[in-house]
C-alpha cells in the first residue's frame, strides 16, 4: 500500500496561475481532507470529503476549489494564485469511525511569487 | 472558541532526560485528544490518543480536565524522538496546535 500519495512536492507559481495539487489514496478511506500550513502555525482545513461525490468547506476554503470523483481521488484545484497561498500543503484521509486517525500525505511546498 | 496550544516552539533536552511537552485546550465539550508526530523526512503521523490510555514509544500523555491539558511525557528521551510534535483537539474536524520541536542532545 502507498497510502496516500500527494503530486507535486515542490511547485513555484506565479501570481495569477492556476495549478491542481493531486491527492491518492489506496486505502478505500471515504474521509478526505486537505490541510495548509503557514509557518509556525498549526494545521488550517481547507475542504474535506466524506465518500465520492461530497465536498465541503473547511476553515480556509477561499481561493480554491475541490472535487471527488472517485473514493481515491481528491485533487485541490488553486485557481488565481496568490503570494498569500505560499504554504505546505497537506492531504490526508481516513476511514470511518473515529475523527483523529489520519494518515498523511507527504506535503506539497508551494510557493507563489 | 474551541483552540489549541502548544506554548513552546521549541524544546531541547539532553538524551537521556525527562521531556514534557505542553498542550493546553479549550473545549466546552468533553475532549478527544491526540499526539502526532512528524520525524525528519516522514509523513506526519498519529502518535497516540488520549482515549486509549496507551504508551508508544515510551510516550504517554494524561488528559487533565481541570487544567484543560494533555502534555505529553516521557522518563528518558533518546535520540531518535527528535521531531515535530502537534497536538489536535477533535471536534467533527481535528484543531491543531502550532507544533513543538523537539531536540534531543547527545
Known amino acids: 500500500n502507498a497510502g496516500v500519495t500527494q503530486t507535486p512536492k515542490f511547485r513555484i507559481l506565479k501570481i495569477g496561475q492556476s495549478m491542481t495539487l493531486q491527492c491518492t489514496q489506496d486505502?478505500?478511506?471515504?474521509?478526505m481532507y486537505w490541510y495548509r500550513q503557514d509557518p509556525g502555525m498549526g494545521l488550517k482545513l481547507i475542504y474535506y470529503?466524506?465518500?465520492?461525490?461530497?465536498?465541503d468547506k473547511g476553515e480556509v476554503p477561499n481561493g480554491y476549489n475541490v472535487s471527488r470523483s472517485t473514493t481515491e481521488d481528491f485533487p485541490l484545484r488553486l485557481e488565481l494564485a496568490a503570494p498569500s497561498q505560499t504554504s505546505v500543503y497537506f492531504c490526508?484521509?481516513?476511514?470511518?469511525?473515529?475523527?483523529?486517525?489520519?494518515?498523511f500525505g507527504e506535503g506539497s511546498r508551494l510557493t507563489v511569487l | 472558541a474551541q483552540r489549541v496550544t502548544q506554548p513552546e516552539k521549541l524544546l531541547s533536552v539532553f538524551k537521556g532526560a525527562p521531556v514534557e511537552l505542553k498542550c493546553n485546550y479549550s473545549?466546552?465539550?468533553?475532549?478527544?485528544l491526540f499526539w502526532y508526530v512528524q520525524y525528519s523526512r516522514q509523513r506526519l503521523q498519529l502518535l497516540l490518543r488520549?482515549?486509549?490510555?496507551?504508551s508508544i514509544k515510551g510516550f504517554t500523555a494524561d488528559l487533565n480536565k481541570g487544567e484543560t491539558s494533555f502534555h505529553l511525557k516521557k522518563p528518558f528521551a533518546q535520540e531518535e524522538d527528535s521531531a515535530m510534535y502537534y497536538c489536535?483537539?477533535?471536534?467533527?474536524?481535528?484543531?491543531w496546535g502550532a507544533g513543538t520541536k523537539l531536540i534531543i542532545k547527545p
Open positions: 470529503s466524506v465518500g465520492a461525490g461530497i465536498t
Open positions: 489536535a483537539l477533535s471536534n467533527y474536524q481535528l484543531i
Open positions: 473545549y466546552s465539550g468533553s475532549p478527544e
Open positions: 490526508a484521509s481516513r476511514a470511518g469511525g473515529e475523527v483523529g486517525e489520519l494518515f
Open positions: 488520549h482515549i486509549s490510555r496507551e
Open positions: 486505502m478505500n478511506h471515504n474521509y
